[in-house]
C-alpha cells in the first residue's frame, strides 16, 4: 500500500435552514492540545459540503465542535456548537509536510527528536563593572532536532525532498507541519532553520534536521 499523509475524516449531517434563513458558513472547530482553545480549523461556504479531510489533526485523538452561521433577516447568527467526529488511522514515524499545501510532504524516520527552549540573553558591561552581565530578553525560542535514520547518498531520496521544502520556504513562504504518530499530541508548527546537517560516513549521510517552531493560527491557510 503507498504511503499517504495522515489525516483525521471529519463529518456531520447537512445542517436544515429555517424559513427565511439564509445558509453563510460551516464553522469547524478543533481543540488545541497545547492551548486548550478551541481554533477554527475550516470555514466551509456549501451547505452540501459534510466532511473536511484535516491534514493538521494531531495525532492520537482530536476532539471537534461545528457550528452553523446563518443570515437571518440581515443579521448575522452563529449556532451553539455541536460535537462531531473524527476518524484517524494510527502510523509510525514522521511526516513532515507544508500547510498551504499538503501535497507537498515527506516521510521521516527519526533515531531521536530533540526539543530545546532557549530564551533571549545577551552579556553586555554595565558601568562601572569589569565583567559582563547577563540581560535576559522575554521572548523564548522552541527549536527541534531531528537525528534522522541513515540514507544511501546514492539514493537521496529524503535529502532531496527536504530540500525541496527549503526550496518552498523561499519561493512560496512555506510553514511547515511536522508530526510524530507514536506520540499522542506530537504535532509542531515549524520552518526549517537555516539548513539540513549532514555528517559523511562510510557512504552514508547522516542527516540532522534542525527546525525552529513558530507561530500560526488554525485556518490561515
Known amino acids: 500500500m503507498a504511503e499517504v499523509l495522515p489525516?483525521?475524516?471529519?463529518?456531520w449531517t447537512q445542517y436544515v435552514l429555517d424559513v427565511g434563513d439564509e445558509f453563510v458558513s460551516y464553522n469547524l472547530k478543533r481543540l488545541n492540545?497545547?492551548?486548550?482553545?478551541?481554533?477554527?480549523?475550516?470555514?466551509?461556504?456549501?451547505?452540501?459540503?459534510t466532511d473536511w479531510l484535516d491534514y493538521l489533526a494531531f495525532p492520537g485523538s482530536n476532539s471537534y465542535?461545528?457550528?452553523?452561521t446563518v443570515d437571518r433577516l440581515g443579521a448575522i447568527i452563529?449556532?451553539?456548537?455541536?460535537?462531531?467526529?473524527?476518524?484517524e488511522f494510527e502510523w509510525r514515524g514522521l511526516r513532515t509536510h507544508e500547510i498551504q499545501d499538503a501535497s507537498e510532504w515527506v516521510s521521516l524516520q527519526a533515531s531521536t527528536v530533540q526539543q530545546r527552549v532557549e530564551q533571549g540573553q545577551t552579556y553586555r558591561l554595565a558601568a562601572g563593572r569589569r565583567h559582563e552581565t547577563l540581560f535576559a530578553g522575554p521572548l523564548m525560542a522552541r527549536t527541534l532536532r531531528l537525528e534522522l535514520i541513515p540514507e544511501d547518498l546514492r539514493d537521496p531520496?529524503?535529502?532531496?525532498?527536504?530540500?525541496?521544502?527549503?526550496?518552498?520556504?523561499y519561493t512560496a513562504g512555506a510553514v511547515l507541519c511536522v508530526r510524530w504518530g507514536a506520540r499522542p499530541g506530537a504535532r509542531y508548527i515549524v520552518q526549517i532553520d537555516g539548513g539540513i546537517d549532514e555528517a559523511l560516513?562510510?557512504?552514508l549521510g547522516r542527516p540532522s534536521l534542525p527546525l525552529r517552531r513558530v507561530a500560526m493560527p488554525e485556518g490561515w491557510a
Open 33 to 49: 492540545l497545547e492551548t486548550e482553545v478551541w481554533d477554527v480549523i475550516a470555514t466551509i461556504e456549501d451547505i452540501e459540503t
Open 7 to 11: 489525516y483525521a475524516a471529519v463529518s
Open 201 to 203: 560516513s562510510g557512504g
Open 78 to 87: 452563529e449556532s451553539d456548537p455541536d460535537e462531531v467526529t473524527g476518524v
Open 65 to 68: 465542535r461545528l457550528t452553523v
Open 157 to 169: 531520496v529524503t535529502v532531496t525532498a527536504l530540500e525541496r521544502l527549503l526550496d518552498r520556504q
